[in-house]
């Protein structure tokens, strides 16, 4: 099956920008998502991207994709303590609408 | 707010029983997506409906089924209940067939006993 991976942790002092990073092995995939879930909440969608961009900015966010590489990744500038939560990356694959999931890093924001 | 509702927000049930899970999508999206959270497993795709037909599948256990109806709101079903089907069962809607922006609900929890 698919495998989509990401470090488990990351720790970050308040203002410095965070990196979450995530790697997937279906080459077939069609759009990229990061998600963002809060202690005893839902998933919220913070961005996504079709798998034929690079990048997309959305105001503090900024995600950078390379397709060779099947790397993703999600840049938060100017971390803040709400920002703490799990961040979760996913693909869908165009075999048969799939989506697959990472594990989620458990991003901290130290004050 | 998402916009997507899921009922109950805690649901503790014993080993062998049946429940239900509901959702309602967001005003207007016509796929609903279903996806069990468990530790040991971490969050997994299993089934979408767009429009009361089924339309993807993941890794949902036979025990387990899903439907649309035509209000398009969704339930799951399921059924001889383990203590490993404990997790959080959230649902998502999004307009389109094919992904893009995906809603979430708050989740269910449930507890098998």
């Known amino acids: 099956g698919e495998d989509v991976e990401q470090s488990l942790f990351l720790s970050v002092r308040e203002g410095d920008s965070s990196v979450i990073n995530c790697t997937y092995t279906?080459?077939?995939?069609?759009?990229l998502y990061w998600y963002k879930q809060e202690p005893g909440a839902g998933l919220q969608l913070l961005t996504y991207?079709?798998?034929?961009?690079d990048m997309k900015q959305d105001q503090r966010l900024t995600v950078l994709l390379n397709k060779k590489d099947k790397h993703l990744s999600l840049r938060i500038a100017d971390t803040q303590t709400g920002d703490s939560a799990i961040y979760f990356c996913?693909?869908?694959?165009?075999?048969?609408?799939?989506?697959?999931f990472g594990t989620g890093t458990s991003l901290t924001v130290i004050p | 707010d998402s916009g997507v509702t899921q009922t109950p927000k805690h649901l503790i049930t014993a080993t062998g029983q049946r429940v239900t899970l509901r959702c309602s999508p967001r005003s207007g999206d016509l796929s609903v997506y279903w996806y069990q959270q468990s530790l040991d497993q971490g969050l997994q795709f299993l089934i979408q409906?767009?429009?009361?037909?089924?339309?993807a599948k993941g890794n949902i256990l036979e025990r387990f089924s899903a439907q649309q109806f035509p209000d398009l709101h969704s339930e799951l079903n399921l059924s001889s209940l383990e203590l490993g089907d404990s997790a959080l069962y959230f649902c998502?809607?999004?307009?389109?067939?094919?992904?893009?922006?995906?809603?979430f609900g708050p989740g269910t929890r449930l507890t098998v006993l």
């Open positions: 409906y767009y429009n009361g037909e089924e339309r």
């Open positions: 279906d080459s077939s995939s069609t759009y």
């Open positions: 998502a809607s999004s307009s389109g067939t094919g992904g893009g922006r995906q809603f």
């Open positions: 991207i079709f798998s034929n961009m």
């Open positions: 996913a693909e869908m694959t165009n075999t048969g609408n799939q989506f697959y």
